[in-house]
């Protein structure tokens, strides 16, 4: 990335940290080739309340420590990115994708078994999910993280950027301008939980182009790839272009 980025993102962190709530700590620092983020996971924003009738779980300060590349290169292959795919500048995580799938045996209707192969979307079913308005909810561990755009995070940054994705490479907002390629699938589902594709699993979209961005949500910006965070499916990148960091891969 360009010096002067990495200037406007020290220069974000330090105004993050000072002027987040006092449930919330963050610092970012640029060392020996990487990007770092320290946090104790809690945003420097309002959330819902948890537990709730969709999320069972409490939020938990947990400190980590997450370092990108500060010198992200683009690849010629994409990669799948499950769990954690970047981290919002304010210290919490961004994880849109979720591990729970339909199972018709579930007292809620999906659980953790793989076997149906109809992944549950975040944003899809954020009312099952127990999301609050900033897209986000707690998992098991305590763990605050987003699920889609939080209005929350964007009140507090300067521009676009908004966070780092797991190989470096940004993550921007730039609203309607940004158009993601993936639509919803046409007819109704073959199997597993039936009726038509609405966007509650991931499996009821395909990646059509037609948009502004790539299979990945990336495009050009300034001058530079950058990924998008889109308010359409798949609201962040799903897969990236580069080696994803070990940090966020725990």
């Known amino acids: 990335m360009q010096s002067q980025s990495l200037c406007a993102v020290a220069a974000i962190g330090l105004s993050l940290a000072l002027s987040a709530s006092a449930n919330a700590n963050v610092s970012i620092e640029k060392t020996g080739g990487k990007i770092c983020i320290s946090t104790d996971g809690l945003p420097n924003h309002a959330t819902g309340t948890f537990p709730n009738r969709g999320n069972p779980h409490s939020i938990r300060a947990r400190n980590a420590r997450y370092c990108v590349t500060a010198n992200p290169k683009k690849g010629s292959r994409a990669r799948e990115q499950r769990g954690a795919i970047g981290i919002g500048l304010n210290g919490v995580v961004i994880r849109p994708g979720t591990a729970d799938y339909w199972d018709p045996n579930s007292r809620r209707g999906f659980s953790r078994d793989r076997s149906s ?72 589902r073959p199997s597993g939980p039936g009726g038509r594709y609405d966007g509650t699993y991931v499996q009821d979209w395909e990646y059509a182009g037609g948009g502004t961005l790539d299979r990945c949500n990336g495009g050009m910006l300034n001058g530079e790839y950058v990924y998008f965070a889109t308010t359409t499916f798949p609201f962040y990148p799903r897969c990236l272009w580069g080696s994803a960091s070990a940090d966020f891969r725990r």
Do not use: C, F
Not at 128 to 146: C, F, K, P, T
Not at 173 to 182: C, D, F, H, P
């Open 117 to 188: 192969g109809w992944n549950l979307e975040g944003m899809g079913a954020s009312d099952l999910l127990g999301l609050d308005s900033n897209n986000a909810h707690v998992d098991q561990r305590g763990l605050y993280h987003y699920h889609g755009v939080p209005k929350g995070l964007l009140g507090s940054v300067s521009g676009s950027h908004i966070g780092y994705a797991a190989d470096g490479i940004e993550i921007h907002y730039i609203g309607n301008r940004a158009k993601s390629g993936y639509r919803l699938k046409s007819g109704t």
